[in-house]
């Protein structure tokens, strides 16, 4: 059996600052893999592709890679990179070909300049390379907005059942796991059926542990009993993405299609039933800290972890706004933040030298839409090359570079500011500049969940902060111009029936 195996992945936030072009997918972790190197590189490794080389191995599969490339979110997906990346994959479709399967690991909310349905483009095109007959199974993100010009084109998605996600390798190999009972001939080709209410919720109350996302899974867990429905997956969208489609999804991949479209309305009626638990009040900026400092003062011990969830990097954000930093600055805080995406500062830093004194200007580069940079005195208390390998459970065992990387020292406060473009979702973020997170009082972290999965362990509490950024669970904040309406809760007065 051969078997294409690809990843072309990006949370596309129409509303961030940070544009999104080749280099973009070039500098992150592994880079753009292409052709063999797609295997070599990626067996082994606690990924999605990895659970499929995995799986393959077992079967004995030969796996043939296309390309691989994710990047943090940012922008729409220039039109160059997209097509460039497209035409990569389906070029070693066409000269590797035939194949007796394709596995995909995509995201689900990307958005290119020329295909704003990008996911639904991209297997379109897929399809019409390999032809009607050959199965196409994909791994999503959970944060996916899908369409069902997409689901036309698929033949199976496994969505992650987990946020924070630390499930990529086990979706993965559940994925490919199924593929492999299809080509063994224990199941029937499957297909795909969707449900799509309208509703757009924020993604702050997004976690799997508890809220409405666990109540949904749970749901599609019990048709999961039947032997006819393989997977249901949930996608709570990804809502700064200004898209006529954006927003909750609910896939059912299912041998018998019946069965799935009634399960595919089922469980998207009872996502659209609890769509109110999906909102959530956090505290603005100042109302935040002060709460912080007070709970610092009351509780020594474990860090008060404060999260800027309006700038995360993961969700668009520039990584880099300034006002919560502003905030404890002037609060003269003690602890530590993790980290402003700002290369000028880094720069500055390693030419005033460490140990050494200076002004700063940190953040508030990438736009002044949220704010001026925050002007400071401080000591430059770490240089490093910005490399490390993650050890917490959402980036494990898996090489980060952050570029060039500076500590700034402001009084208490050390800002790791890096070079290039992180949400801080791992406690290497803090020790890569020398920061031992768990000996702080105070942590501030540019994140809107992911973090958890390493932090909450260690964090007397977690505060969500209410801050300007292009990631504000506050949705009206946003001008949506291409997104359908009605739509909850932009429109709180939409109506549905399934
Ligand atoms: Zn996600």
Request: aromatic content about 6%; charged content about 20%; some cysteine.
């Amino acid at each position: 059996m051969r078997i294409a195996v690809g990843m072309i992945s990006h949370e596309t936030n129409t509303f961030s600052p940070i544009p999104t072009t080749l280099e973009s997918f070039a500098e992150e972790r592994v880079g753009v893999l292409n052709g063999d190197e797609v295997i070599e590189t990626m067996t082994g490794r606690k990924s999605g592709i990895g659970g499929f080389i995995e799986v393959g191995q077992q079967q004995g599969w030969t796996m043939v890679g296309t390309v691989a490339a994710g990047a943090t979110p940012s922008a729409n997906v220039d039109a160059s990179a997209y097509t460039e990346l497209k035409t990569r994959m389906l070029n070693r479709l066409k000269s590797e070909g035939p194949f007796d399967g394709v596995l995909l690991h995509l995201h689900g909310a990307m958005l290119a300049e020329n295909a704003p349905d990008a996911e639904g483009d991209l297997c379109q095109a897929v399809r019409e390379v390999i032809g009607p007959d050959v199965p196409l199974f994909v791994e999503l993100d959970l944060h996916g907005n899908i369409t069902p010009n997409f689901c036309q084109a698929v033949d199976a998605v496994f969505a992650y059942n987990t946020n924070p996600h630390i499930d990529a390798w086990e979706r993965g190999v559940e994925t490919a796991e199924h593929l492999a009972k299809l080509l063994n001939g224990e199941i029937a080709r499957p297909t795909v059926s969707i449900s799509k209410p309208p509703m757009l919720p924020p993604t702050i109350n997004m976690r799997t542990a508890e809220g409405p996302m666990q109540r949904i899974l749970a749901r599609g867990w019990e048709w999961e009993k039947r032997p006819e429905i393989l997977d249901v997956s949930v996608f709570g969208g990804f809502p700064y993405a200004d898209f006529d489609l954006a927003g909750t999804a609910i896939l059912v991949t299912s041998t018998d299609r019946a069965a799935g479209e009634e399960c595919a309305k089922d469980v998207g009626g009872f996502a659209w039933e609890i769509r109110e638990e999906f909102l959530k009040r956090i505290a603005p900026v100042e109302q935040a800290v002060q709460q912080a400092l007070e709970i610092v003062d009351q509780s020594p011990g474990k860090p008060v972890s404060l999260a800027d969830v309006a700038d995360n990097p993961g969700g668009g954000g520039s990584g880099d706004t300034p006002e919560l930093l502003r905030e404890l600055v002037k609060r003269g805080a003690s602890g530590a933040v993790a980290c402003v995406w700002d290369p000028e500062t880094v720069e500055k830093a390693q030419q005033i030298g460490l140990g050494n004194s200076g002004a700063f200007r940190i953040g508030g580069k990438a736009t002044d839409a949220y704010g001026a940079p925050v002007e400071v005195e401080g000591t430059v208390g770490h240089l490093s090359d910005g490399h490390f390998v993650g050890e917490g459970p959402v980036v494990r065992g898996q090489p980060v570079n952050c570029g060039p990387t500076a500590r700034i020292d402001v009084g208490d406060l050390k800002i790791v500011v890096t070079s290039i473009r992180h949400a801080a979702n791992d406690q290497g973020y803090f020790r890569v500049a020398g920061v031992e997170p768990q000996d702080q009082p105070l942590l501030m972290i540019k994140s809107r969940g992911h973090f958890r999965a390493d932090f909450e362990p260690i964090s007397h509490s977690i505060i969500e902060v209410d801050a300007p950024g292009a990631a504000n669970p506050t949705l009206d904040r946003y001008t949506f111009n291409n997104v359908r309406r009605p739509i909850w809760p932009l429109d709180p007065d939409t109506t549905w029936t399934p």
